[in-house]
C-alpha cells in the first residue's frame, strides 16, 4: 500500500482500517502512518468498532466472514484487502535494491525449508531469517539470534526487512503463515499435503496459501512441492525436477552424493531439502555448493532434532507448528522400549493452540507405547488422571519432570511452542 495513484481517492489518501491487533494490524498501521497514510488498527474480538466511515479496510485472511466488523465491511461494500497484500503494497518501494528476498509458505515444512536453504545461502551471502524462530542472522551456514518471539503473520514481515536494512542483509528469507507478501524474488510453496480450513471453515488454508501466487511480482520465479497442482518454475519433491534422498540430491542434470547426520530423522526434512536444494540451485548456487553446505546436517531444534543426555536419547519436535499428526509420526518415530513423552501445549507461547480433542483420541489410542506420559498447558491438566499421566506447566518443567526417572531409555518432547 505505497503511496502511488491506487491509493488516492478524489485527491486524498484513503482511511484505512486495519483489523486485528493480535495478528499484526498495530505494525502495518503504525507503517502506514509513517508514510502519509491516515490509518488505525482495530481490535476485532472484544470490541466491535464501526468501519463505516473508513474507505479501505486489510483484514487477515484467516478473520472469519462472520465477524462483526468484518462483517460490517462486507454489508458495507467496503474495499477490503488482505494483510499479506496491503504489507506488499506499503513495502514495495523500500525493498534495497540489492537484497534478494524469498517467501516460503505451505502446509507443513515451511520453517525447515527457510533455515536449510539459509544455511546454503549464507556460505556466499549475509543472510537474514524470518521464521517461527524469530530473527535469526546466518553466516557460513551458522546461525545468531537478532530477535526471539516473533511470528510469522504477514505484519512481521515489516519488521523484517527493516532489520535486514540495519544488518546489510543480502538475502532476507522469510516464512509468512497463508501465503506471500508479493515482495519476494523467489516464492516457495512447501506442500499443500494435510490441507486445512481456516476462517471457522469458511476456506480452505491452500486457497490463502496462493496469495505467494496471485501478489507475486512480475519476474518473481515461483517453487512448488509436486503435490502443489500448479505450474512452477522449477518443482521439487518426488518426481520433481529437484528430489531428496537419504544418500543422494537429485537435480534433472546431475546426481551428487548426500551425506547427512546418522542421527537426522530424514523423514522430517526431505520436504525441506528438496526444496532449499531446489531454490538455492535457481538462485544460481551450484550443486556441489548445496551438497557441500548440507554436509553432516543433523537438523533444527524442535524439528525431530535427536540429542543425548545422561544416556537417553531425546527426539524433540516441540515447537509453535506442531499438530496432532505431527505427534503421531513423531512417536512412529521414537518407539521403543521405556519411551517417556512430554506432550501438549504452551498456551502463553502461542496463539493457536493444539487440536486437543484429537490429541487425546492419539494418546488414548497409544498409551500402552508410553512408559511415562507428562501432559503440559492448563487445557490438558483435567486429562491426566484418566491417561495416568503427570501434569506441567511448560515444556521446560516437563522435560524436568521428566529426565527426574530413571527408568527412561527415550523420550520424546511434543510441545506446541515458541522456541
Known amino acids: 500500500?505505497?503511496?502511488?495513484?491506487?491509493?488516492?481517492?478524489?485527491?486524498?489518501?484513503?482511511?484505512?482500517?486495519?483489523?486485528?491487533?493480535?495478528?499484526?494490524?498495530?505494525?502495518?498501521?503504525r507503517r502506514m502512518v509513517e508514510c502519509g497514510i491516515n490509518a488505525v488498527a482495530l481490535e476485532v474480538y472484544h470490541h466491535q468498532p464501526s468501519v463505516s466511515d473508513f474507505d479501505l479496510i486489510a483484514a487477515p485472511v484467516h478473520l472469519p466472514p462472520s465477524n462483526p466488523v468484518l462483517a460490517e465491511a462486507l454489508r458495507l461494500h467496503k474495499k477490503i484487502i488482505t494483510h499479506h497484500q496491503a504489507v506488499g503494497e506499503l513495502m514495495a518501494s523500500s525493498v534495497p535494491p540489492d537484497l534478494q528476498i524469498f517467501e516460503v509458505t505451505g502446509t507443513h515444512s515451511k520453517t525447515s525449508t527457510a533455515l536449510l536453504l539459509a544455511k546454503i545461502l549464507s556460505w556466499q551471502k549475509l543472510v537474514l531469517t524470518h521464521t517461527t524462530r524469530g530473527l535469526e542472522l546466518w553466516r557460513n551456514g551458522k546461525e545468531s539470534v537478532v530477535k526471539n518471539g516473533l511470528s510469522i503473520t504477514p505484519g512481521n514481515v515489516i519488521i523484517a526487512l527493516d532489520e535486514s536494512r540495519t544488518q546489510?542483509?543480502?538475502?532476507?528469507?522469510?516464512?509468512?503463515?497463508?501465503?506471500?507478501?508479493?515482495?519476494?524474488?523467489?516464492?516457495?510453496l512447501t506442500s499443500f499435503s494435510g490441507d486445512y480450513r481456516i476462517a471457522k471453515e469458511t476456506k480452505w488454508a491452500s486457497t490463502a496459501k496462493l496469495q505467494l501466487v496471485s501478489l507475486a511480482?512480475?519476474?518473481?520465479?515461483?517453487?512448488?512441492?509436486?503435490?502443489?497442482?500448479?505450474?512452477?518454475?522449477?518443482?521439487?519433491?518426488?518426481?520433481g525436477q529437484v528430489q531428496a534422498r537419504p544418500d543422494r540430491l537429485l537435480f534433472a542434470d546431475e546426481d551428487l552424493p548426500l551425506s547427512l547426520s546418522e542421527d537426522l530423522d530424514y523423514a522430517s526434512y526431505q520436504t525441506?531439502?528438496?526444496?532449499?536444494?531446489?531454490?538455492?540451485?535457481?538462485?544460481?548456487?551450484?550443486?556441489?555448493?548445496?551438497?557441500?553446505?548440507?554436509?553432516?546436517?543433523?537438523?533444527?531444534?524442535?524439528?525431530?532434532?535427536?540429542?543425548?543426555?545422561?544416556?537417553?536419547?531425546?527426539?524433540?519436535?516441540?515447537?509453535?507448528?506442531?499438530?496432532?499428526?505431527?505427534?503421531?509420526?513423531?512417536?512412529?518415530?521414537?518407539?521403543?522400549?521405556?519411551?517417556?513423552?512430554?506432550?501438549?501445549?504452551?498456551?502463553?507461547?502461542?496463539?493457536?493452540?493444539?487440536?486437543?480433542?484429537?490429541?487425546?483420541?492419539?494418546?488414548?489410542?497409544?498409551?500402552?507405547?508410553?512408559?511415562?506420559?507428562?501432559?503440559?498447558?492448563?487445557?490438558?491438566?483435567?486429562?491426566?488422571?484418566d491417561l495416568r499421566a503427570s501434569w506441567a506447566r511448560n515444556l521446560a518443567a516437563g522435560q524436568e519432570a521428566a529426565l527426574a526417572s530413571s527408568s527412561l531409555d527415550r523420550l520424546l518432547l511434543c510441545v506446541k511452542c515458541f522456541r
Open 272 to 385: 525441506a531439502i528438496a526444496a532449499a536444494g531446489a531454490v538455492a540451485r535457481s538462485a544460481g548456487i551450484s550443486g556441489r555448493d548445496i551438497a557441500r553446505a548440507l554436509q553432516d546436517f543433523d537438523g533444527f531444534s524442535g524439528r525431530m532434532k535427536v540429542r543425548r543426555e545422561g544416556g537417553i536419547t531425546i527426539y524433540d519436535s516441540s515447537n509453535s507448528g506442531l499438530k496432532v499428526r505431527d505427534v503421531n509420526l513423531a512417536l512412529d518415530r521414537a518407539r521403543g522400549p521405556s519411551l517417556g513423552v512430554v506432550v501438549g501445549e504452551d498456551a502463553e507461547t502461542v496463539c493457536e493452540g493444539m487440536n486437543i480433542p484429537g490429541l487425546l483420541e492419539l494418546l488414548r489410542a497409544r498409551r500402552d507405547e508410553i512408559k511415562l506420559l507428562v501432559l503440559v498447558g492448563e487445557r490438558l491438566a483435567p486429562y491426566a488422571k
Open 217 to 239: 511480482k512480475k519476474g518473481a520465479h515461483l517453487a512448488t512441492n509436486t503435490d502443489v497442482p500448479i505450474s512452477s518454475d522449477i518443482s521439487f519433491g518426488e518426481s
Open 168 to 188: 546489510g542483509a543480502e538475502a532476507l528469507i522469510s516464512e509468512i503463515s497463508l501465503g506471500g507478501t508479493g515482495l519476494a524474488d523467489w516464492g516457495i
Open 1 to 29: 500500500m505505497h503511496r502511488g495513484p491506487g491509493m488516492q481517492e478524489s485527491g486524498r489518501s484513503p482511511k484505512v482500517a486495519v483489523l486485528d491487533t493480535i495478528h499484526g494490524a498495530g505494525t502495518i498501521a
